[in-house]
């Protein structure tokens, strides 16, 4: 692979193109980090907005019809709705696991099959999610399992 930079004053924008003859695994998971370069996703707690970079984000969860985020370390509610999310990432690691679930496959440590066909993934935190059978498909294409 080589990589060419270009810099200058002249240039307003960061602009990044990539030439190859297909996208395999590894180019798919540049291009999902790519993705997430420069987006942030804001979240409350304790009556202060604080904006998340999404690489720190384990996963997203609605609780009583509320959106949570949860990082390493705390719990954030936004207003996005899941689907909105899911929208907003869409082509990234972030997606949707289960009917109130969305997940930053970047924050797995490890999966392992359960019953009725559903997988069950370990986050680096400890914390589990459950990856329905009707996401596993998705789920294992995006993984390259």
Same mark, same amino acid.
């Given at each position: 692979m080589k990589i060419n930079i270009e810099q200058s004053d002249a240039y307003t924008e960061v602009e990044i193109t990539i030439k190859c003859n297909?996208? +395999? =695994?590894?180019? =798919? $998971?540049?291009?999902?980090?790519?993705? &997430?370069?420069? @987006? /942030?996703?804001?979240?409350?707690?304790d009556d202060k907005v604080y904006f998340l970079k999404p690489e720190d984000v384990?996963?997203?969860d609605t609780v +009583? =019809?509320?959106?949570? #985020?949860?990082?390493? +370390?705390?719990?954030? =509610?936004? !207003?996005?709705?899941?689907y909105e999310i899911e929208e907003r990432?869409?082509?990234?690691? #972030?997606?949707?696991?289960?009917? @109130?679930?969305? &997940?930053? &496959?970047? $924050?797995? +440590?490890? !999966?392992?099959?359960?019953?009725?066909?559903?997988?069950? /993934?370990?986050l680096q935190n400890g914390e589990k999610a459950i990856i329905s059978r009707q996401y596993v498909p998705y789920f294992k294409n995006k993984l390259g399992l």
């Open positions: 297909n996208i +395999d =695994e590894r180019l =798919e $998971k540049l291009l999902s980090s790519l993705r &997430l370069y420069g @987006s /942030a996703i804001s979240g409350k707690k384990f996963y997203f +009583d =019809e509320k959106v949570f #985020i949860y990082t390493s +370390d705390c719990v954030y =509610e936004t !207003v996005l709705k899941l990432f869409f082509g990234t690691s #972030i997606i949707r696991v289960n009917k @109130s679930t969305v &997940l930053n &496959l970047m $924050k797995i +440590d490890y !999966v392992s099959p359960l019953i009725n066909g559903r997988i069950q /993934a370990v």
